[in-house]
């Protein structure tokens, strides 16, 4: 088994004055996050905690949380990083699921825990983040990380059924981060600004960069499109990784163009469409499409900065370690063929806590891409997204696309209903700026122009917001309840 020294004991051997996180105006070093973070893991050592132990994290974006990860690591047990929108009805699923001995939580979450807790028969303990008590005197802790241990486990997204804990372990996070540093190349003078939540695996992987990069990053308690320019525009901030809706709202709050120094934002999240890609060109926000998901440890795929414009719409080429195949009837798709993508490498989970281990030697992901002639990936849509109608494929993200170009429409989604002639027809559902007085027939209209008859929303509808999990990715499944509110 192969062992590598404890990532953060490594970074403050080489440079423990320099600064780790930025949060709220205040700078902690990487010798201040080791110091703490093995206190922590002594005195959870001292209330009974030992190596194996699941424990529950529920918590934001905080400093408690970073102390904890690697408090965790230091006793080598393992973190579960609970979702703080969760219902208590959902977390107590994940906790009994998960086999969570105890459950971590900030102040302002402990009623949803308890609530949680009290739900299931054997009931984990409760500890307000606040109380952990802090050792004095440092204990025997974990020097070396064995790779093949399992680290944290994450639940699915929910965004196409039950939520599932994903195992990852030290060396998923390991060579997700350092594949991502061959891909993007890495400056002396890098600083990633953090906004996504680190319970997803898209922050939650900002901190393994943290550790194994040496790198500096900028962490905010929630996403603020005019905080996240101001770091960009004032504060040296080199990286951002967002979703697309984000982006959007980035850009609708910036009125200067962005820094050279500004090297780009990473966005993931699903497929984006092209009118925000050249938005964000005349801003001069270099995109980084990439692909990934939580089984996958952040990004898979990424796309080269040399290649951001040339191959506008790609989510790009399998990260160095990594490959990736598109399969549509049991074979290998041809250049431009759409297919179900496959990938394997290794920051891919080996499985899931409580089912059987991955039994196919590339994970088959229920997304829908192809590769083009050069091997460059495009996301299409999921699998269970996809709409038939007349026996004709429809792929929502390519109507969404087509929507966004209206200039009032902010935020664009689209689901398939039911029809009693052709099976399956699609509905879309947008929202619109505050000041618009665009009509259903405009949009309607608009659509005829560029999509085939097929491909042309049957029904629209006006919303104020749509459906996003926690991680702001949209959760097409539920648009449907939309229509069941209006009514």
């Known amino acids: 088994m192969i062992e590598i020294p404890h990532w953060l004991d490594k970074q403050t051997d080489l440079q423990p ?8 105006g205040r700078v902690v070093t990487f010798n201040d996050i080791k110091e703490k973070s093995q206190r922590m893991a002594s005195g959870l050592i001292n209330s009974g905690v030992k190596k194996g132990d699941h424990l529950a994290i529920l918590a934001g974006n905080r400093l408690d949380f970073v102390y904890f990860i690697h408090a965790v690591s230091y006793i080598g047990a393992v973190a579960v990083c609970l979702n703080i929108r969760l219902s208590p009805r959902e977390i107590a699923y994940q906790l009994e699921d998960a086999d969570v001995k105890h459950v971590y939580t900030e102040q302002e979450h402990i009623n949803k825990a308890s609530e949680a807790a009290h739900i299931l028969k054997k009931q984990p303990s409760i500890i307000p983040l606040g109380t952990l008590p802090d050792s004095e005197k440092v204990m025997d802790l974990n020097q070396f990380l064995k790779l093949d241990d399992v680290f944290t486990m994450m639940y699915t997204s929910g965004t196409t059924g039950k939520p599932k804990a994903v195992m990852h372990t030290y060396g998923n996070h390991w060579f997700s981060a350092v594949s991502s540093a061959l891909n993007l190349g890495l400056s002396t003078n890098d600083k990633w600004l953090v906004c996504l939540p680190l319970f997803h695996v898209g922050g939650f992987s900002l901190l393994m960069k943290n550790v194994v990069y040496g790198m500096p990053i900028v962490l905010l308690n929630r996403f603020d499109a005019p905080l996240v320019n101001d770091h960009i525009m004032n504060n040296n901030v080199t990286l951002v990784s967002l979703v697309t809706v984000m982006l959007q709202r980035l850009l609708k709050s910036q009125d200067e163009l962005y820094p050279s120094t500004f090297r780009g934002a990473l966005l993931g ?12 060109g005349q801003a001069n926000i270099p995109v980084f499409q990439s692909y990934g998901m939580t089984e996958t440890s952040s990004q898979i795929v990424t796309l080269s900065p040399n290649d951001a414009f040339r191959k ?3 989510a790009g080429k399998a990260l160095s370690p990594a490959s990736l195949r598109v399969i549509a009837n ?9 297919g179900e993508i496959h990938v394997k490498g290794p920051m891919v989970s080996s499985g899931y806590y409580q089912h059987e281990p991955h039994a196919e030697d590339y994970l088959a992901t229920g997304d829908l891409g192809y590769l083009d002639e050069e091997g460059f990936l495009f996301v299409v849509d999921r699998v269970k997204d996809m709409i038939i109608s007349g026996g004709e494929n429809v792929y929502p993200a390519e109507i969404e696309s087509v929507l966004q170009e209206i200039k009032d429409i902010e935020e664009a989604a689209v689901t398939g209903i039911n029809h009693e002639e052709w099976g399956e027809v699609p509905s879309a559902f947008v929202v619109v700026s505050d000041q618009s007085s665009i009509t259903k027939e405009e949009i309607y209209n608009f659509c005829q122009k560029r999509l085939a008859s097929y491909k042309v929303p049957r029904t629209i509808n006006f919303v104020s917001e749509l459906p996003r999990n926690a991680a702001n990715k949209l959760v097409r499944r539920n648009l449907a309840q939309l229509l069941d509110e209006e009514d």
């Open 312 to 314: 506008l719409g790609s």
């Open 330 to 338: 049991d074979g290998l798709t041809s250049p431009n063929e759409i």
């Open 269 to 280: 999240g699903g497929p984006v469409p092209e009118p925000l890609l050249q938005e964000a």
């Open 17 to 24: 004055n320099a600064t780790a996180i930025e949060l709220e």
